[in-house]
């Protein structure tokens, strides 16, 4: 079994950076992509990036051009924590903040991931 647990959410300002955590725990994750996904209150989850363990980071989906040059994936050298650096982070990307394991399908929809941490929240607020 897998356990996930995303941290580093909290409230900031607009412009302002966070870096949110996706640990695991249990099985190693070394051999298996994670993606990062963000969801608010009725809405599904959108699709933020996800980590490839062996081609790297890939940004799909409806929110590319919404957080390109300002999101950043990666993994520390073990492979088993991923990371989402926030930049120059807006209003809009205020959200819980989920981590999953991808084991099947495409990368953009939440049906293809399980072993879904619990979530962090991000409030950018002025």
């Known amino acids: 079994q897998v356990q996930l647990v995303e941290s580093g959410g909290g409230l900031v300002q607009p412009g302002d950076s966070l870096r949110l955590s996706c640990t695991s725990s249990?099985?190693?994750?070394?051999?298996?992509?994670l993606g990062w996904f963000r969801q608010t209150p009725g809405k599904e989850r959108e699709f933020v990036g996800v980590?490839?363990?062996?081609?790297?980071?890939?940004?799909?989906?409806d929110l590319s051009d919404s957080v390109k040059g300002r999101f950043t994936i990666s993994r520390d050298n073990n492979g088993n924590t991923m990371f989402l650096q926030m930049r120059r982070l807006k209003p809009e990307d205020t959200a819980v903040y989920y981590c999953?394991?991808?084991?099947?399908?495409?990368?953009?929809?939440?049906?293809?991931?399980?072993?879904w941490g619990p979530g962090t929240q991000v409030t950018v607020s002025s």
């Open positions: 980590n490839h363990w062996t081609t790297g980071v890939i940004y799909h989906g």
């Open positions: 999953a394991v991808h084991l099947r399908g495409n990368y953009v929809s939440s049906s293809s991931y399980d072993y």
């Open positions: 249990g099985r190693t994750v070394v051999t298996n992509s």
